[in-house]
């Protein structure tokens, strides 16, 4: 094998329980493991990523992942940590939602190689949806008694009060389910391993107690914490909500400053684990970031890294150029490389306000431009007077006379951009 799967997640702090012969079994063959993954979205978002990264270090070490989609599952809930069901999504949707996840896990995984351990995307709703309640309950129900099922963590958290309405009978059955997954697999695909966060441990020992019954095998868990940033809330979230894959979800500048702004404590955490660089190349980085903290090395390789996986280097690119707009010194080349999208992903929720061609093409010169609605400056008085101390640009060129023509490129041939001081920025948008 290329590595040891077990020690790479254990030095990246990836690792939370194993259970025992796991490591054995992984340095004896070629094995096959897959973790879960909600569609309920048509999008992972970044507290996904964790659980991704764990199938692509499992496929790197030369095993094979199996990404499994819960097609079915997902229509029904989980109870460990929700204290809400889900909503039943149509099959048409859960199919987009299904196509869109390969899209973004092909970018961590290979599907397509002809090696024996190219990763493999399965959905769970393609065994469920013809199985029968009277089947289910015949051939699998038996197996798993309800004291086994009553002492998981989550059944009792749910039934001793955390949730307002208890637990119902659907999402009591969930763990069953989702143990019947692992040993559809071993029976069918021959994965001996589940893979997921630490709160599915009480459910992935479930489905190993159920192929250990129902088919005299023997099969193994591994989990991987779940992480929280330094101040104690969860990752991946944010005041505008998830971080999400899809660029139209979350914008690739927006994802990338993401990354950029996390505290130095998590930034030595989230380089081993959102990152495949080794573990040299990361203690030099965190050393070198330990000399001098405010130059941010860390989170600046890290954002790197992460934003080339997800989106690519050209938008990577588009990032780190569109940062230096409103951070550093740029020029009216800088600006006008950016696209649409990274532009207004950059100035989202700065002033904006539109004006017409036709009176666009009418201002007599640069002092109305600015005064143009209050949107820069309550009066032209005012404009004038900070265009003739120096302090208006546009399109991140200096305006110095007053009286200057409106001549301008607009940026994606719709925008003008207005600077106030160092700080102050402002959108004029062009309707043709």
């Not at 961590?108 to 002809?114: A, G, K, T």
């Not at 690739?252 to 130095?264: C, E, H, S, T």
Request: charged fraction near 25%.
């Amino acid at each position: 094998m290329a590595k040891n799967f077990v020690e790479e997640v254990r030095w990246r702090g990836m690792l939370h329980d194993i259970m025992p012969g796991t490591e054995e079994q992984l340095q004896k063959e070629l094995t096959s493991a897959y973790l879960g993954i909600d569609p309920t979205a048509d999008s992972l978002h970044i507290g996904h990523l964790v659980g991704v990264m764990l199938l692509k270090h499992f496929q790197d070490a030369g095993h094979k992942p199996f990404a499994l989609v819960g097609g079915a599952t997902g229509m029904i809930g989980d109870p460990s940590g929700k204290s809400e069901e889900r909503n039943l999504l149509t099959e048409e949707i859960l199919q987009h939602n299904v196509s869109c996840i390969k899209d973004q896990l092909a970018k961590f995984l290979d599907f397509d190689s002809d090696s024996d351990n190219a990763a493999v995307l399965v959905n769970n709703y393609d065994w469920m949806k013809d199985f029968s309640f009277l089947d289910f309950a015949r051939d699998i129900g038996k197996h798993i008694t309800v004291n086994y099922m009553m002492s998981k963590d989550s059944v009792k958290k749910r039934l001793t009060g955390e949730a307002r309405d208890g637990m119902s009978f659907t999402e009591f059955t969930y763990q069953l389910l989702q143990g019947y997954d692992f040993l559809h697999l071993y029976q069918n695909n021959n994965v001996k391993i589940q893979m997921g966060g630490s709160d599915q441990w009480g459910n992935i020992t479930t489905g190993t107690e159920l192929v250990r019954r129902k088919a005299q095998g023997e099969a193994f868990a591994l989990t991987c914490p779940l992480l929280l940033k330094s101040d104690g809330q969860k990752f991946g979230k944010t005041e505008g909500g998830a971080v999400w894959l899809d660029p139209k979800r979350t914008s690739p500048y927006a994802f990338y400053q993401f990354w950029l702004n996390v505290a130095d404590d998590d930034a030595k955490k989230n380089i081993k684990i959102f990152t495949v660089l080794d573990e040299a190349t990361i203690n030099g980085l965190i050393a070198e970031h330990d000399e001098a903290p405010h130059t941010r090395v860390l989170q600046k390789r890290l954002a790197e890294e992460v934003t080339r996986m997800v989106h690519g280097q050209e938008e990577l690119d588009m990032a780190i150029k569109a940062s230096g707009i409103l951070f550093g010194k740029s020029t009216t080349e800088d600006l006008a490389a950016l696209n649409e999208d990274t532009l207004l992903a950059v100035f989202e929720g700065v002033p904006q306000t539109e004006i017409s061609a036709e009176d666009f093409a009418a201002l007599p010169n640069v002092t109305d431009l600015a005064a143009y609605e209050s949107l820069v400056f309550k009066s032209k008085g005012e404009a004038r007077k900070m265009i003739n101390g120096g302090g208006v640009s546009i399109n991140k060129g200096k305006i110095s006379d007053p009286n200057a023509a409106v001549e301008f490129d607009l940026l994606q041939g719709k925008y003008l951009l207005i600077q106030r001081g160092k700080k102050n920025y402002f959108l004029l948008k062009v309707v043709k």
